[in-house]
């Protein structure tokens, strides 16, 4: 008995709905080539996260102003757009951006391009020609003594007067901020604090003041008091917040403690000026300005200089009341004693 043949079912015609059709996936643009070569430049430089991310936003600058190759940048073009950068706005009149940020952005660029002439993708810098703006030598901004007494009164009566008391005091012996907030237990032995983590590799350490030494003490054994098992990798200074209760202390937590005592007295008072008071005070004790720099570890010499002209204003004034004393002790009472006749 044969099979019965199945039936051929019938041909379905679905229809396709023309007006509305499947979207297509677009293919994603093209990556900006001249963006692999900033990439390739940061990784080729030893520098911090945060360095990095100020690099790539100023070259970014760049990049949104000229859509040319790297190899096509003229040394007109990059005068016009240090010009760019110098403009004004015109309801105002007043600059777009500052001198010190003109300078930043376009130092960075001839950074960038004097690296793509040595790693010879192009053959000449199109940036030597072109001046960074020249800046009015900064002035120190130190704290002085009342301002100094004022804030530790200001910080006894602070909600934690036995961390900010150490704190402010370490801050005061020259380490910024993010150093302090690096800091370690093991970091600390008795006499010295040593940096391990340091902008731009400046590690090094630095001598404590006896009151900075027992105020440091002071706060360690105040934290085992509470029941803290305080450990060479813990940090030196952490946070006492209820949400972030035991963590270290980081940058944020060091300046709104700073910006707290500032409103409090009433000064302008911020972590780098802890910096400045240290080193100022330093030279204008007398102490060599080279041995001054060891401990704050600068490497710039006209970065530093800030310090000492106060230092060499008033030893330029004892030279000269020495001098015109001298002067007048050797003339006699028919010379005119004046220096300026």
Request: hydrophobic content about 35%; overall charge positive; charged content about 25%.
């Amino acid at each position: 008995m044969k099979p019965k043949p199945q039936a051929i079912p019938e041909i379905q015609i679905i229809p396709v709905d023309r007006a509305h059709p499947k979207p297509q996936a677009l293919p994603s643009a093209p990556r900006d080539l001249r963006e692999l070569r900033i990439e390739e430049f940061l990784q080729a430089r030893s520098i911090a996260s945060r360095t990095q991310k100020a690099y790539r936003q100023d070259l970014q600058q760049f990049l949104d102003w000229s859509d040319q190759s790297w190899a096509e940048i003229s040394p007109r073009q990059v005068a016009q757009f240090k010009a760019h950068l110098m403009r004004k706005e015109l309801e105002t009149d007043q600059r777009v951006l500052s001198d010190a940020t003109v300078r930043r952005v376009l130092g960075t660029v001839k950074n960038f391009f004097g690296w793509m002439t040595r790693s010879r993708y192009i053959s000449v810098d199109p940036t030597t020609e072109v001046d960074l703006p020249k800046l009015v030598e900064p002035e120190a901004q130190n704290l002085n003594e009342a301002e100094v007494e004022r804030i530790y009164q200001a910080i006894h009566q602070s909600p934690m007067p036995e961390r900010n008391l150490a704190l402010t005091s370490v801050l005061l012996h020259g380490l910024r901020a993010n150093e302090v907030s690096a800091l370690n237990r093991e970091d600390f032995d008795g006499r010295r604090l040593t940096i391990r983590v340091a902008k731009a590799d400046s590690k090094g350490a630095v001598p404590l003041t006896q009151d900075g030494i027992q105020r440091v003490e002071a706060y360690l054994s105040w934290r085992q008091a509470q029941g803290e098992a305080v450990q060479p990798t813990s940090p030196l200074f952490v946070s006492h917040s209820r949400r972030n209760a035991g963590q270290r202390l980081k940058y944020e937590g060091i300046r709104k403690v700073v910006d707290a005592i500032s409103q409090k007295t009433g000064i302008e008072f911020h972590a780098h000026r802890c910096r400045h008071t240290f080193a100022t005070n330093l030279v204008l004790k007398g102490m060599n300005p080279y041995h001054v720099m060891t401990l704050t570890r600068h490497r710039s010499v006209q970065s530093f200089r800030r310090y000492t002209k106060a230092a060499d204003q008033a030893a330029a004034e004892a030279a000269f009341y020495d001098t015109t004393r001298t002067s007048q002790t050797q003339e006699s009472p028919e010379t005119d004693s004046s220096l300026f006749t």
